[in-house]
């Protein structure tokens, strides 16, 4: 990967806006990374969190930048051609992140990433980061999972009350589409990001359908399924 470019200035992060919110004992600032060489154009930004020292949350600074750079990375900074003709593939990422919630301990970050590869449609990528910053340790989803009550019922009630938030949320495609087989069977391997108000996870579906859904189920809902780890007693 190239050394970073910021091409305009970093800018303050605020829970969905860009102002700046007090009563931390750290900021967060969101940088702008941009390389374009031949038909290759990436274009990412990524959270950094500032403490009194620099180096207050390196590995948190880290996991933030690695996971927003994921995709441009695995495209990888040389060129791609097409081998029938010779000609260079166009390849464009453009990736965001977004602080969905903050305290003085945890932040949950979603990272949404578009990308094109010569003439195909753009794919539409949805990731998560929920880190604690005193350990600087991300939550994959399987870990996050592990935090739900993991018996066998559980889970088929959990995936019942997906299924529900589909017939609320979704269209009648994506209510045709996840069935209550498919949500059971993706359980412990979907993006969670965390708000004030609800928890969001995110299910995978078909291009055509959006290529991912994020269904907002509301604290209480959840509240039967949790095991009362660091992450549930700040909502629950």
């Known amino acids: ?101 903050r305290n003085d301990q945890f932040i949950s970050v979603i990272i949404r990433t578009e990308y094109t590869v010569g003439d195909a449609e753009s794919i539409s990528v949805l990731d998560t980061v929920n880190c604690y910053l005193d350990e600087g340790s991300a939550l994959t989803p399987e870990e996050t999972e592990v935090t739900m009550q993991n018996s066998l019922e559980v889970k088929e009630e959990m995936a019942d009350v997906l299924v529900e938030a589909v017939r609320d949320q979704g269209s009648p495609e994506l209510q045709a589409y996840l069935t209550k087989e498919r949500i059971f069977a993706s359980l412990g391997q979907n993006p969670m990001f965390f708000t004030e108000k609800y928890m969001a996870i995110s299910l995978q579906v078909p291009h055509e359908l959006g290529n991912h859904v994020e269904l907002k189920l509301n604290y209480p809902e959840l509240a039967p399924f949790m095991k009362m780890n660091t992450i549930w007693r700040t909502f629950i």
């Open 1 to 101: 990967e190239p050394e970073e470019t910021t091409s305009s200035a970093a800018s303050e992060v605020g829970v969905n806006s860009g102002e700046i919110v007090d009563g931390y004992s750290y900021s967060i600032k969101r940088i702008p990374y941009i390389w374009e060489k031949g038909a290759k154009k990436y274009e990412v930004n990524y959270l950094r969190i500032l403490g009194e020292k620099d180096n207050s949350y390196s590995k948190v600074n880290i996991l933030l930048k690695e996971r927003a750079m994921r995709i441009a990375n695995a495209f990888g900074y040389q060129p791609q051609y097409d081998p029938a003709t010779n000609a260079e593939v166009p390849v464009k990422v453009t990736t965001t992140s977004e602080l969905a919630f």
